[in-house]
């Protein structure tokens, strides 16, 4: 079946430096995406979403680029602290139309680690 | 503080034994959903509710049921007959209908075999 996926499982990044995140999805009709961020122990926290519409929105030191042509998600952290280490996650909206109700497909997940 | 409420963060189960798994949510939310979360992975829609007293089956349900009685509340029951409980669960709500809304998570329940 169709599914989200992610490209790297591990980044590494120095506090200061810019982190991005990507995200590679297979359904075209899909149209919406959320990004979420979640620590160890803890429910995934929503970041920043998108809707298909959409080419890029920005939020507090986050940006989401939305690539429909070549199905790709990118989320970017701008100077990244030790506090977003975290596990990320893109979600996809697989029920195009307004008939899926909030259903989402999540990928696998990229560990953030962030280095003082 | 408005959010979602999942209790116990943690339980344990024996062999046989059903276990029910609560979540509560004051944001006024429609739709609520149960996700399964094994370690390293993404997460897997177990079931999930549009509108109180319906429910619809996930990509995971077998082995699990939930009931929708109000809108405040989506408890999910793990019973005896899913063999592979051990995970961790998570709750999330989010507003219905036709507009795409963010889904809102609780912290989780983790559930283990003794």
């Known amino acids: 079946g169709e599914s989200v996926g992610l490209h790297l499982p591990t980044l590494s990044v120095q506090e200061g430096d810019n982190s991005i995140i990507n995200c590679a999805y297979s359904n075209s009709a899909s149209d919406y995406f959320i990004w979420y961020k979640q620590e160890s122990g803890k429910g995934p926290q929503f970041i920043i979403d998108i809707r298909s519409n959409m080419d890029k929105r920005q939020g507090q030191r986050v940006t989401v680029l939305l690539n429909k042509t070549v199905k790709h998600l990118s989320l970017q952290i701008a100077a990244t602290q030790p506090g977003d280490s975290a596990v990320y996650f893109c979600?996809?909206?697989?029920?195009?139309?307004?008939?899926?109700?909030?259903?989402?497909?999540f990928g696998q997940g990229t560990i953030l680690t962030v280095h003082p | 503080d408005g959010g979602i409420t999942q209790s116990p963060k943690y339980l344990f189960r024996k062999e046989g034994q059903n276990v029910t798994l609560s979540c509560e949510q004051n944001?006024?939310?429609?739709?609520m959903y149960w996700y399964r979360q094994d370690p390293g992975q993404g997460l897997r829609l177990i079931y999930y509710?549009?509108?109180?007293?319906?429910?619809q089956k996930g990509d995971i349900a077998e082995g699990y049921s939930v009931s929708r009685e109000k809108k405040e509340s989506f408890p999910l029951t793990v019973t005896s007959a899913q063999k592979n409980p051990t995970a961790f669960y998570l709750c999330?709500?989010?507003?219905?209908?036709?507009?795409?809304?963010?889904?809102?998570f609780g912290d989780g329940t983790r559930l283990s075999i003794l």
């Open positions: 944001l006024n939310h429609d739709a």
């Open positions: 999330a709500s989010s507003y219905g209908g036709l507009n795409n809304q963010p889904q809102h």
């Open positions: 979600a996809e909206n697989v029920g195009a139309g307004g008939t899926s109700y909030g259903k989402l497909t």
């Open positions: 509710s549009q509108i109180v007293n319906d429910f």
